[in-house]
């Protein structure tokens, strides 16, 4: 969770929606990623769909465990259904609840950390910036 919390720094440090995502496997990052839809003016471009596109193809990832600094929203949850990831480890849930029970109905094991660092930085963003939050969210939680 460090890596994917110093990923959503990077993120929050370049004027974006401050969500890291790390995947692992067999202990080894294979990908890292950030939410980059100001940066890259790309509604699509969240944290875990930037960390699948930096790992790349792979074929299989039933094997690998993504871990997120937020808990995903429906796009990533898809994201992360479609190529059979099956562990997620999540920071928070407290600032968007997202579709863990969603994830965790489909047979993914979701763990959430409730990690103070995750909350207390994305507290301080949507403070900060509330359009470009609820641009991210489509408005709605």
Known sequence: ??????????????????VGAV???????IGRGHNRRVQDANPVSHGETDCMKNAG???DYSNVTMYTTLSPCM?????ILQFGIRRVVIGEAK????????????????????????IALMSRFIEERPDLW?????GNG
Do not use: K, W
């Not at 969770?1 to 401050?18: C, D, K, L, N």
């Open 75 to 79: 796009m990533c949850t898809g994201t």
């Open 57 to 59: 193809r792979r074929p």
């Open 1 to 18: 969770m460090r890596e994917a919390y110093a990923q959503a720094r990077t993120s929050y440090e370049a004027g974006g929606v401050p």
């Open 95 to 118: 600032s968007f609840a997202g579709n863990i029970e969603f994830l965790s109905g489909r047979g993914v094991e979701v763990v959430l950390m409730h990690d103070e660092a995750c």
């Open 23 to 29: 995947m692992v496997e067999n202990g080894e990052v």
């Open 134 to 138: 609820y641009e991210d969210i489509a």
